[in-house]
């Protein structure tokens, strides 16, 4: 296969070529006519008229008696009007007004009497009476065109006759995985193999944008196969999703299968990720064009050229109305840079603090598929911007409601596992809350408090000239106050190792000559760890991988089960998660900063409760490495 280089054409001009392309090939969406009881949520081919009127007859509102108004002028507490049996009819609400009545009066204003019944207020004409046509009369449009169907319009139409309803047939969309590497998500996976899952995710996008997806069988690295596959898709389907081999790879067959039985419009797109984004069409014998969209393999670059480039082309062929994304502005939490070539899409966690809404940046990889799940909304990073420093405002479009950001806790510093299940704790005693988490390191948690971008942050910086624990950070960098410190827990730092610690550490110094995995500057573990090498002299250029940073425990623990590293400094939680051995260090303060005008806040209070709960306590004890005194309660040291 001849390789080929990718074009860099901007966003908005790649979504207007395919479309201008698609239509220019005759993309039409197709009808069909069903019941309107099976009608929810579909889209209205047409304008939809009443058949009859509803009510389509005078209807009695309320149970009373039905009469002639008329019989009832001049009624009042002082002359009550008597009427006879024969001048009036019982009536139950619904019942068609009798013939020679156009009234109703409510049972509870009618004194009955041994012969008729006395009323003490007049009764106006018409009232409680749906009159023929009151909600709907023949003829009047109950829907327009292109109007997606809700419980209450179903209703309507069944009220006005209308049984049967014209709308746009739901688009078949197949989706076919290719990759040797691919393995059912029942099967165990080995190394080199990865779970398919992404067919799931873009059935589950499509089929919310109004498709029936239908995915198809894995398909190996093969071009014939590959190219079979399509031809199958192209003629049982009205759009074809092709994911993975999008590149310019040796095993990327995706653009020239494409083009064997169509054609490719667009191969590259100047956002990141995303950037090998395939925009073809085909057209299948006796059939209108088929769009068909090449994605990278993965997710992450996936669901973003799903949802950028392909899920206009699936509103035109659902009619639905166009979803418009809502941007805001938000304080970025931490520096985030870019390269100068891509409109870069950066998922981020959202809070409200003091006023101002903060973006707290989640793992940008474009194989973290996680990232998507916590996001609050989308940093975009327009193409020529080099980045933005910490607090400056990023626009941002938002995935969850402005609702649910203003109820998030944003919790920035030091990583712990704890504040996982501080969060889900909170989740529980009340489903709105949410916490959004920046891992940062301690100084970093620091700054942001000080800047006022965060509600509080997890820290534990060990002061070498004291031997103590965050209080000589707090004095100096908030030496007016502005912060409270509170108590959270003693935890055990220390040296992961492999199980069975076949390398024989045992103690820090122990490291020199080995593949180590370290925590990102600025981290209150990295400082423990540089006062460390530095306490035992160790020559750091002998200790491979020193600068090879993570910004999690779970990380480094990760990267030592998976073999890459032979030991890293963490807590014993996080290697336990792992399973692996342990070679403790330390004993250390983890404390939460939280800002001073935080501190009242709801949230900010209920999360104290949980450190104080039994919950909280039960949980780290099964998590083991930590011990309590005093959580909760404030630390005096201003």
Known sequence: MAFEYLTNVPLEEARESYLTALRQEGLIYRTETIPTSAALGRVTANAVYARISSPHYNACAMDGI??????????????????KDSEFVWVNTGDPLPEGCDAVVMVEDVVQEQSGVTLYAAALPWQHVRQIGEDISAGDMIVPSFSVLSPAALGALLESGVLRVEVVTRPVAGIIPTGNELVAPTEEPQAGSIIESNSTVFAGMLETWGCVPKIYPGVRDDPGLIEEALRRALAECDLVVLNAGSSAGRKDFSTDAIRKVGEVVLHGVAIKPGKPAILAHARPAGKPVVPVLGLPGYPVSGILVMEELFRPVVESLTCRPSQKPEFIQAAISRRLTSSLKYLEFVRTRLGN?????????????????????????????????????????????????????????????????????????????????????????????????????????????????????????????????????VECVQRTQGLMVPKGNPLGIHEFSDIAGKRYVNRQKG?????????????????????????????????????IAAGTA?????????????????????????????????????????????????????????????????????????
């Open 566 to 638: 032979d030991a890293g400094l963490g807590i014993f939680s996080a290697a336990r998660i792992y399973g692996l051995d342990f070679v403790p260090v330390c004993e250390e303060q983890y404390d939460l900063l939280i800002a001073e005008s935080a501190f009242e806040l709801e949230m900010v209070q209920r999360l104290l409760e949980v450190l104080r709960g039994a919950e909280f306590a039960r949980r780290l004890a099964m998590m083991g490495g930590y011990s309590l005194n005093h959580p909760g309660e404030m630390r005096q040291w201003n």
């Open 66 to 83: 039905a009469l002639d108004a008329k019989l009832s002028f001049g009624a009042s507490e002082t002359t009550p009007a008597r009427l």
């Open 523 to 559: 981290s209150g573990t990295r400082i423990l760890c540089d006062f460390l090498a530095r306490q035992n002299k160790l020559d750091l250029d002998n200790v491979w991988g020193y600068e090879r940073e993570e910004y999690t425990h779970t990380a480094v623990a990760a990267a």
């Open 353 to 485: 603090v003091n006023g101002k809404t903060v973006a707290v940046p989640l793992n940008r990889g474009a194989g973290v598929v996680s990232s998507f799940v916590k996001a609050d909304g989308i940093i975009h990073i327009p193409q020529n911007t080099e980045g933005y420093e910490a607090g400056g405002l990023v626009n941002v479009q938002l995935t969850r409601s402005r609702a649910e950001i203003d109820r998030t806790l944003v919790i920035t510093g030091s990583h712990d596992p704890l504040l996982d299940e501080i969060a889900d704790i909170l989740k529980r005693q009340d489903r709105d809350s949410a916490v959004a988490s920046s891992h940062v390191g301690s100084m970093g948690g620091i700054m942001a408090v000080k800047r006022g971008e965060t509600h509080l942050g997890g820290i534990h910086l060990l002061d070498e000239a004291s031997g103590t624990y965050n209080i000589p950070y707090l004095r100096k960098y908030f030496p007016q106050g502005g912060a409270v410190l």
